[in-house]
């Protein structure tokens, strides 16, 4: 009973700040919110999904009818949660699932607000860039992009959400998030990096090894899981990029499309959040660790010479968030866009 009461606890400890925050942003904030979710969902939906084929062999209906290749077959929580909670009877419509990501758009852009609120005093500066996060969503979801994954959108959601309960040091929060972000993607586990990045102070203090500990064993308790249940499917358990990767950076000098996709990926945000250390700007934020948080970008980099496609530029859902937080840190050192540090 008390261990009952303990999980209860635990819970409300994240559902109720949570709610109270929802409750302090002004109306007119969820009015852009919606607004910039409407724009970004018409023209990821019109060039995107319209064409998608939800049965196809690594799409939404086969995942959810566990028929499809590994690893895709490990990312099962959005097919799961249209065939058991939304639609037990047929196939998800594109509306729908268009509905569904302008809903997580949404959500996002709130998360992002209560993290931008960690950097900046100007609450109403804050408020609008919330909706910043839509800026490389754009650019690599939509302009360069030219492949659907069922899972990016709600990917982007979820890793915005616990890299909120790191920086709020919510760690129940965060294992909520991290649980079902590895369940849509397994990219979520470089939230394990952020928090051990965040907590550079005290990184091998007992408590933030054991909490470290605890996601790694999350993380391969469900990738194990999953290769067990799924062992006759067809195809690898891990995906190895090295071989194509070798190839872009082998042609990259005469390939235009890789050109433009490295280029221009996230938007150029990368530039300003390069300059935001190069310029030494990073040094007048006070709270290190929120800085430091995001420096996650160069484990996701390195460890994505063997595990993503580097000119796939839908696949830097996680990195959005942070390299887009960098950016904003880098603008907060200029006075006339009104971005004191806190």
């Known amino acids: 009973m008390i261990g009952f009461q303990k999980i209860i606890g635990a819970f409300l400890s994240i559902i109720v700040p949570v709610i109270n925050n929802f409750k302090k942003i002004p109306v007119w904030s969820y009015v852009v919110y919606a607004l910039a979710s409407a724009l970004f969902c018409f023209l990821y939906y019109n ?7 939800f049965s196809a062999s690594n799409s939404i209906q086969s995942v959810g009818s566990f028929e499809t290749a590994k690893p895709y077959q490990f990312r099962v929580l959005v097919p799961l949660f249209f065939k058991f909670i939304l639609f037990p009877f047929y196939p998800p419509n594109k509306i729908i699932y268009i509905a569904f990501c302008f809903l997580s758009t949404i959500l996002t852009q709130i998360f992002f607000y209560f993290l931008v609120n960690k950097f900046f005093q100007n609450t109403k500066a804050n408020l609008i860039l ?3 996060i839509i800026y490389p969503m754009l650019w690599n979801f939509v302009i360069l992009n030219q492949s659907f994954q069922y899972y990016d959108v709600f990917a982007v959601m979820f890793f915005t959400a616990g890299l909120y309960f790191v920086a709020s040091e919510n760690f129940f929060g965060l294992v909520i998030a991290f649980i079902l972000g590895i369940l849509n993607k397994e990219a979520a586990v470089y939230l394990i990096f952020c928090f051990v990045l965040f907590n550079y102070k005290n990184v091998f203090s007992k408590g933030i090894i054991l909490k470290a500990f ?3 064993c999350i993380f391969l308790s ?3 899981s999953m290769m067990f249940l799924f062992e006759n499917n067809p195809g690898d358990s891990f995906e190895s990029g090295l071989p194509v990767n070798k190839e872009i950076f082998s042609n990259v000098l005469s390939n235009r499309v890789y050109q433009k996709n ?3 990926n996230l938007g150029l945000l990368y530039f300003p959040a390069l300059l935001l250390f190069i310029t030494g700007k990073w040094k007048i934020y006070s709270d290190r660790k929120l800085i430091f948080m995001n420096l996650a970008v160069a484990p996701y ?16 859902t996680e990195v959005m968030v942070m390299i887009t937080l960098l950016a904003l840190c880098y ?3 200029f006075k006339k866009f009104n971005l004191q540090p806190k």
């Not at 060039?47 to 084929?53: G, H, N, Q, R, S």
């Not at 980099?301 to 830097?316: A, D």
């Open 47 to 53: 060039k995107i999904v319209l064409p998608e084929d």
């Open 130 to 132: 919330g909706s910043a």
């Open 214 to 216: 605890l996601l790694a």
């Open 222 to 224: 469900v990738k194990i």
């Open 262 to 264: 490295l280029f221009f």
């Open 301 to 316: 980099i390195v460890l994505g010479i063997f595990m993503i496609y580097f000119t796939e530029v839908r696949v830097y």
């Open 331 to 333: 603008l907060g050192g």
